[in-house]
């Protein structure tokens, strides 16, 4: 005995080949309009904050990295002032005031670093690259050259300390 207030139970009925909506929505006039315009509006707003956010992390991490580059800089400036004195003592004057004029030049780099901002960096590397683009091509080449042998070197380090791992073992024993 079926009730006619109640809506007639389909789930058992065939699919059929047609979706529709129980209301229609308006695509055209002002309504619709203003449907796109505040989606929109929306996605150009949030866009906007999360690429405001990922700049002011990557200049966060750039300020941290110039501190450290100028740190090791000074350092390494230090270490060269240091070498001048047996540069001297073995290969003569001459070579000692080289290595203390390469120790200036590198004290001078890092306060040079020191005293800008990242973006004053940025548009210095970027006014490098249109006035000298074969000079930059080849700095880039130079440091991924290094960076790969780097990174070689310390995988076959690693390498070599496992292979060292291994031979302390029982040849007979189970690998676990």
Do not use: C, W
């Amino acid at each position: 005995m079926a009730d006619e207030n109640f809506p007639k139970d389909e789930s058992m009925a065939p699919a059929r080949d047609t979706l529709v909506a129980a209301e229609p929505m308006k695509t055209t006039g002002a309504a619709g309009d203003e449907g796109k315009r505040g989606a929109g509006a929306f996605v150009r707003e949030e866009a906007g904050k999360i690429a405001g956010q990922a700049g002011d992390k990557a200049r966060s991490f750039a300020d941290t990295g110039k501190e450290k580059a100028t740190g090791a800089l000074d350092e390494f400036s230090s270490m060269m002032r240091d070498a001048a004195g047996s540069v001297d003592e073995r290969l003569g004057e001459q070579y000692g005031r080289y290595a203390r004029s390469a120790a200036d030049q590198i004290s001078g780099l890092a306060d040079s670093l020191r005293g800008k901002q990242v973006d004053d960096l940025l548009d210095d590397a970027r006014e490098f690259v249109k006035k000298s683009p074969a000079v930059a091509v080849g700095i880039a080449a130079g440091v991924g050259f290094v960076l790969a042998r780097l990174l070689k070197s310390g995988l076959d380090a690693a390498g070599d300390l496992a292979d060292k791992g291994d031979t302390g073992s029982d040849p007979g024993a189970p690998k676990e």
